[in-house]
């Protein structure tokens, strides 16, 4: 006769905090990796020269 197996024991493995846990400190790790590099390319625009068009409505002389 065939052994009966409850639901707990025929998982293959547990759920519950440590996968969430795994998944919220990736999200978190994602987002100050995007923060880094905002900060960083924002930083580079900041040193970017400007550079203005000539004007058109001066008189040429």
């Given amino acids: 006769m065939p052994q009966k197996t409850t ?3 025929a998982r293959q493995g547990r759920r519950g905090f440590p996968v969430l846990l ?6 978190l790790l994602a987002a100050v990796a995007w923060w880094g ?11 970017q020269a400007v550079e203005m068009p000539a004007s058109h409505d001066t008189p040429a002389g």
């Fill in 22 to 27: 795994v998944l919220m400190f990736g999200l």
């Fill in 37 to 47: 590099v905002e900060a960083y390319g924002l930083m580079l625009d900041q040193q």
């Fill in 7 to 9: 639901p707990q024991d």
